[in-house]
């Protein structure tokens, strides 16, 4: 493709890709607008529905007060005689505009009149003259379906009164049984779908009831589809307009690109005395200066480069002086290995390491691969056999080596440069065993800093982590189930049985030796990825990462065998060897739930269900704990 076509190209993509992620953006917002004005209609609806439920049930008060008055009614209430409490109900119906009566003696029905559909029911309690609490009195006037119709009538939305889940009153099709007792989001009606806001009422005690206001998804869907087609319509209109001037643009830098390569062209052929134009003030002219100043100063670049190569060579020994107290051993032979062959002007480099009673391992490399295997070889050779910086050659290939000792002055490591032509110099020299000796001090740190970091986190008794490390681990396992919610994890806790008696009777001596003896079974039970951990005292734990539950529980019980099988002959009071046993909890962690101290208190829990059931077994925790998903 040619530059103008690149050109063209790239005006284009700066022009449609804003454009692109602007309307994406406003369309969004348009979709996100609209449906924020279809819940504030539909949450208005539902308290218009709500308003007209708390009327139904001022009418219906209206009518409990006079007939909590009625002393036939409460002499029936008082001797419990249903048959005079349904008469009196039956003529309250008659007598005023209430749809059902429900009368309630000691919290059971007394007597019940009027219609099953009847909601939003006024509660009043009934007493006798000195007080005493005799019975509850319901009544409701609204009927359901003539609710959904005042609804419908009031919101100009459709409206669904349910009762027990199932349909009671509406003023749209069939509704599918058994949805309407969820708080719904959507439902479909005849084929129509709609958005629904509902709200729960009071009912009466032998039925649930539900109130539900409806808009089609079609009115939000159009309302949005006009939004969008909107934006189209202007970005379209903006995107005509920059094609034109992208046009414009790209066919004027064309010319003047073409000007300046001509020139270039000339220059490159030798002809210095080409020059581009600088007509004008524009960036074009100030390139076409800037490129003749460019070759005036040609024939003094020598000089340059020479004092570049003194900076490079500086700048290398204060990367030497700063890798010394890296702590990371690969990344810093990389680093020196690379700096080193760069600063003397080498081909190839590469770093070896040599683990006690191991063989050597190549960790870093620089350069082309394979190039001067051979002078590699032989220089490596002698400085590991010598352990002095050693040079070497392998017909037109030179190289230099230097080992790297730790504090006790072993060989640990060795850098190796190889290059075709003439040989090091002394100053080449001198840098090389700066950067290997920088190398040499950071590795003695990193050393010690593993010791330490070793250290701190196991147990000096068992040599399993201690409770830091179980921290820090578990702290990292939680968080890798919340990122990949499909990974699993588990955590047993452990419990030496009646430890206590061991120490008491035996001595902490003989203590001791228990707990390391079953340290090793759970170190020998565990996988590469988990974690063993003496979590204090004569309680252990072991980090079961991407084991479910199942799995959890069977190494548990087999750890817990491998224990009760253990017979330790002691010498001391007892006739025959110490019998040992372990309770163990096991917990596992899923999306949905709090974090590690939960899992931790799960796993615990199981493991006092254990020691309380007869010691000796495992438990699991009831539910699985979980994390919440990213």
Known sequence: MSFRGRLTVFVLLIVLVPMLAVGFALSRLVASGERGKADVRLATSRQVAVNLADQARLQGADVA????????????????????????????????????IVLRRLGEPLADAGQSDAVFPEIRQLATADGVLRGELMVAVAIASSFAGSVERVTGNPSIVAIDGWLAGSTVGEIRPGVLGSALSEVTADGVDY???????????????????????????????????????????FLLAMLAVAFLVAHSLHRQIARVLEAARRIGGGDYSARIPTDGRDDFAALGEEFNKMVAR???????????????????????????????????????????????????????????????????????????????????????????????????????????????????????????????????????????????????????????????LTDPLTGLANRRAFGERLTLEVDRVSRFPDQALSLLMLDIDDFKLVNDTLGHQVGDKVLCEV????????????????????????????????????????????????????????????????????????????????????????????????????????????????
């Not at 539900?212 to 939000?220: A, D, I, Q, R, Y």
């Not at 899923?590 to 010691?615: E, I």
């Open 298 to 456: 040609l024939e003094g670049r020598e000089t340059d480069l020479l004092v570049e190569r003194e900076r490079l060579r500086v700048a290398l020994l204060r990367i030497g002086d700063a890798v010394g107290a890296s702590l990371d051993r690969d990344a810093l032979l990389e680093v020196v290995v690379a700096a080193a062959r760069e600063g003397v002007g080498a081909d190839v480099g590469r770093a070896s390491v040599c683990p006690p009673g191991g063989s050597w391992r190549v960790v870093a490399r620089s350069g082309e691969e394979g190039v001067g295997e051979g002078a590699l070889r032989a220089v490596e050779h002698r400085a590991a056999r010598t352990g002095h910086a050693a040079e070497a050659h392998d017909g037109a290939r030179r190289a230099l080596a230097r080992p790297l000792k730790d504090s006790q002055g072993s060989v640990v490591a060795l850098i190796a440069i190889a290059r075709a032509g003439s040989g090091f110099t002394t100053s080449e020299r001198k840098l090389f065993g700066h950067l290997a000796g920088q190398a040499a001090r950071s590795i003695s740190n990193v050393e010690s800093h593993r010791a330490a970091t070793a250290q701190a």
């Open 519 to 630: 340290a090793r079974i759970l170190r020998r039970g565990a996988r590469d990825v988990d974690l063993p951990v003496r979590y204090g005292g004569e309680e252990l734990a072991l980090i079961v990462p991407g084991a479910d539950i199942d799995g959890a529980v069977r190494v548990a019980e087999r750890i817990r065998e491998r224990v009760a099988s253990l017979a330790m002959p002691v010498c001391g009071e007892l006739d025959g060897p110490v019998q040992i046993t372990l309770s163990i909890g096991v917990a596992q962690l899923r999306p949905g739930a709090p974090d590690a101290a939960s899992l931790v208190a799960a796993a615990d829990g199981a493991l006092y269900r254990a020691k309380r059931a007869g010691k000796n077994r495992v438990e699991r925790a009831p539910t699985a704990i979980g994390v919440p998903a990213e």
């Open 65 to 100: 007060e006079r007939i909590a008055r009625d002393p036939v009614l409460l002499r029936a209430l008082r001797r419990g005689d249903h048959g005079l409490a349904e008469i009196r109900l039956q003529r309250w119906l008659r007598e005023t505009s209430a749809s059902r």
């Open 195 to 237: 958005r629904v806001a509902g709200f729960a009422s009071t009912s009466f005690p032998d039925a649930s009831s539900r109130v539900f206001v409806l808009e089609p998804k079609s009115v939000l869907a159009a309302a949005q589809r006009r939004g969008r087609m909107l934006i189209a319509a202007v970005l379209g209109g």
